[in-house]
């Protein structure tokens, strides 16, 4: 929709009132308008680069660093993904009208809970412009209206992609509202979306502990974390080490900068002699930089030029960096402990050839996600099974782990009778 | 536990220390806790009684209403009445543990999405005692620690109720921490309480406007509000007019001081002639105040002694009592809009004989529960079939409708491989 004159509170509103439309339209409609989208973003490719490169020519003279500008670079094959992406949202079944339980009651009542959408939706995320289009696809798959709000170093890129997709969707037959972008990046406007109450019904932010402060402190809608990941790989007394190195190497080098990667290796004492002096120096030579407890240190003597001694806040940080801390543990209850106190719920993972001692730590570790004998990598919603998501909740409530279609909806319960009271 | 010496933060801390032990407690440890929370409250009801009347002595003293009295006041049946309850919790299935669904994937990773305890659940409660026991046992159940804070006017009952439940599950070899209660009644510990980020899982208010609003003020801590109900009955043209008078009746004077009882009235204009008149006159009978639009007011006459002209504001509240708002509405949208900008999300009724009619309600009306046919007063946990419940959530998010065990719980991914990285 076109927003730009319009103040945060009346897009959501605007998309209030369209997620009522949206909420009850069936899948073939949603997939047509989707296709749209798809059809849409390559017909208007031109357009689209156009507009990307007045960001990029800003973000080339405010100095943004090569990472930042190949993030928000779009080509005719990234915006070509983008529509592979839609028409990937569009194979994935239709999370809304799936009856989760019916109950038949001794009165006659017949109770069925039913998966519904949430309603408004908004999305607050960082530079990367192709979130503009994966999250309004898995919004209008699910049939809620989404509210956007990127930043402003992708402001113009950011604005046409939103335009493409929610006029695509009208094409379709669908409100246009259903998609807007709130065009101010500010503090602001960020507050002001986060305050809308009963018109917003979820908030989800993806982006850096920063974002999340800024939201936390102001939000009064709720708000779904795809937070960071301290996330840590145990190898017990019995593992498998040549498994175990494996797969440390992979969850800590494969993609460092992301929040399923490994931060924090522990070693029970019993093979730390064994295992960490080889696994170390594979790990060094992969490039990664050691912090390593006095004790893991001591047993890799060889190693004293690649390691660092760990100091307390080591085991707190999501370095999201070719960094590990490394510690040796007297038993697996002593990493259940380590991984409670440090960790951020997110993935975890044992190396154990006991089956047992691998279900204790399941059951111990209090985290979204727990792995017995497989890198912490594969929490994801592709991986999963699940399809595309907009990011990994390390919340409890509502969504933990992957926020794929099904975290979108929440659930009505339709009672059907035939005249009954309450005695 | 003995709390009496602790801070806000130093009861939440244990509590969460105990919540670790208690995740993973079995269903006969948990039972077996019960059944001696069950067992103590009858053996200890003499000290019971007394710390409950020096509650009801202060209550006298501060001029406490008859009806708040009635509600601190305890005796031998009442709590004989929690120990029924505690057994009743006792009868119902462990919410913990079950396997929601299972994926296998191509890579031979077998993912598992399995329920478990929240972890630190916090219940603030208004004057009645029997919800520090209610509340307790369905904390145990659910595997989650409890930390609860109820009303300074109930202070001596809550603490001897708090300890007799802590004792007795510490009797039965769970950790003492797992219940407790804190000492002060004040805004500083409710805000101290709604920000132990991280240490608290959820809270759960069961009280008023007012307490909702100093929550919300303050809370960092995720916030279920077992809300207010501003429920509807529309009758639609086609509607079996003797079991729309029944429903109507029974929704609003069965008991009109409860969150599902009907707030509203909205009748279609094709029987509001026939039905209107009959339908106030029985109201106005069984002493409800009457509340009615012009239109409604112009058909029934006879009735203008008994009706007020409704203003703008008799749409949106909660009376809690024997008053009801009246509309005449031109078409079942025209309901459906009306319900969706009015209500809270609670529980809305349709009267109906056309099932088409009454699905397109269903879907058009956003509430937690939508009826046809039958009175908004089922909306309970044990109506439902669900058992006990905490209170009816009005939000989208986590839990809607009743909270019950299965709302105490959250989720978590058991993943597990045979050494599986991510290529």
Known sequence: ??????????????????????????????????????????NRTPEILAQNAIDMEAGHQAGLSTALLDRLELNPQRIAAMADGVREVIALKDPVGECIEEISRPNGLRIRKVTVALGVVAVV????????????????????????????????????????ASEAIASAGLPE???????????????????????????????????????????????IYAASGNCHIYVHSDADLSAAKAIILNAKTQRPGVCNAAETLLVHRDIAAEFLPQTLGALAEAGVELRVDSRARALAPDLANSTVEAIDE????????????????????????????????????????????????????????????????????????MGAEIGISTQKLHARGPIGLSELCTYKYLVDGDGQVRP
């Open 1 to 42: 929709m076109t927003t730009a004159t319009l103040s945060v509170s009346e897009i959501c509103l605007a998309a209030r009132e369209a997620s009522r439309g949206l909420a009850t339209v069936d899948r073939a409609a949603k997939d047509a308008a989707l296709e749209a989208i798809a059809v849409a973003l390559i």
């Open 125 to 164: 995320y960082e530079a990367r412009p192709n979130v503009t289009i994966d999250a309004a696809a898995l919004a209008v798959k699910s049939g809620n209206a989404i509210v956007l709000r990127g930043s402003s170093a992708a402001a113009h890129s950011n604005a046409i992609l939103a335009a493409v």
């Open 177 to 223: 509202a259903a998609i807007s972008l709130v065009a101010g990046g500010g503090r602001d406007e960020l507050k002001e979306l986060a305050t809308q109450d009963s018109i917003v019904d979820i908030i989800i932010p993806r982006g850096g502990e920063s974002l999340k402060a800024a939201l936390s402190a102001v939000a009064t809608v709720p708000v």
């Open 314 to 385: 080591d085991w707190e940080r999501e370095f999201l960096d070719l960094i590990l801390a490394v510690a040796v543990v007297d038993s697996e209850q002593e990493a259940i402990n380590h991984i409670n106190r440090h960790g951020s719920g997110h993935s975890e993972a044992i190396i154990t050839t006991d089956p047992e001692v691998g279900q204790r730590f399941q059951l111990g570790v209090d985290a979204a996600c727990v792995y017995v004998n497989a890198s912490t990598r594969f929490t994801d919603g592709f991986e999963f099974g």
